[in-house]
């Protein structure tokens, strides 16, 4: 058997638009894996049904051929106990030339975020309200939102223009912490007469924990609106400002530490502010040599991947030297080395 849609949504047969839409908004609200961190592969797989459900639902075509075919016949699957899954034909298993697959639930809901204002969610995080997608290091972003709405005849053959890119420069500790930024921007919008308006929007971008350079946050639809083409992307690419005392490597956060010579033979505590404004004392109590490295577990990056979990502080050393030493300083040094 096929899913059941109106039971996913938690309404009946009858609903109206109006219906559909409450339902997915409460629904997402619960089950969105940005809403539900600790939901795991579970949460995604609830949101990907409660999406797929509310984008068939919510279509008029879609939702009678589902009515009267199922979701065999929707998808142009063949019907239970049926060894051919190459008809397309009409009968049981669904109507001729009819094949549906759902779209990526994160661009269809924001999609639906976008073209639903009135609806969002009230005293939600700010990227709920219009919320986009993200990728992490160098991958291009790949954002393909058009929803059902748009594969109608009349846009269907418009190209995509490609996203339009722009920088976003954190400091260390933004993307360390998170933060949350208000970037306005501007397109062009092109009218029915022909002629081309700036417009200018502001939109919340929210950096999450983690992030590192080259992660992306594509807004859909948020770029140029030119005649003849489908409206365009916008992405912001994070870039990082150098930091006077620490280093990404990886997960690692790298520091050098320069300490005197006294220090190096005799042992000393040293004190880091992490990025988060805690102090963090560090008792050093081996003989320390130019190039020598200690390593502080868990205090480096925090793991996008593995929430609470971060990676490893490391602190290189390098010795100042004295310039110039006494007699009487030699000869002390002499004695306390046994030389």
């Not at 795991?40 to 797929?52: D, H, L, P, S, V």
């Not at 954002?143 to 059902?148: E, I, K, Q, V, W």
């Not at 996008?304 to 990676?311: D, L, M």
Request: charge should be positive; aromatic fraction near 8%.
């Amino acid at each position: 058997m096929g899913m059941d849609y109106y039971n996913i949504l938690k309404v009946n047969r009858n609903a109206t638009i109006e219906d559909l839409k409450k339902s997915y908004r409460r629904l997402a609200r619960t089950w969105h894996p940005d809403k539900n961190p600790t939901g795991g592969a579970e949460a995604e797989a609830k949101f990907k049904q409660i999406t797929e459900a509310y984008e068939v639902l919510s279509d008029p075509e879609k939702r009678a051929i589902y009515d009267r075919y199922g979701e065999e016949g929707l998808k142009g699957m063949p019907p239970p106990g049926s060894q051919s899954r190459t008809s397309a034909s009409a009968g049981p298993s669904g109507p001729s030339n009819f094949r549906y697959n759902p779209s990526d639930p994160d661009d269809f809901f924001a999609e639906f975020m976008s073209s639903n204002k009135p609806y969002s969610f009230d005293q939600e995080r700010t990227q709920f309200q219009q919320r986009p997608q993200w990728t992490s290091g160098n991958t291009r972003s790949e954002s393909t939102s058009a929803s059902h709405k748009e594969s109608s005849t009349s846009t269907s053959q418009l190209e995509k223009p490609p996203a339009a890119e722009k920088t976003l420069l954190c400091t260390l500790e933004e993307l360390y912490n998170g933060t949350k930024r208000k970037m306005k921007i501007t397109r062009n919008i092109a009218n029915s007469d022909g002629k081309v308006e700036i417009e200018t929007e502001v939109l919340p971008v929210e950096v999450l924990p983690g992030w590192k350079k080259g992660t992306k946050i594509t807004f859909s639809n948020k770029g140029d609106r030119l005649y003849g083409q489908l409206p365009q992307d916008l992405t912001f690419v994070i870039y990082v400002k150098p930091h006077d005392v620490y280093l990404l490597e990886g997960n690692n956060l790298v520091v050098t530490q320069v300490i005197p010579l006294v220090d190096a033979l005799a042992g000393t505590t040293i004190h880091l502010k992490t990025l988060d404004g805690r102090n963090l004392p560090i008792r050093v109590e081996e003989v320390v040599r130019p190039g020598h490295e200690i390593m502080i577990m868990n205090e480096g990056w925090p793991i996008r991947k593995e929430p609470g979990k971060k990676g490893n502080l490391k602190i290189k050393f390098d010795v100042a030297f004295p310039t110039r030493l006494s007699s009487s300083q030699r000869v002390a040094i002499r004695q306390i080395m046994g030389g």
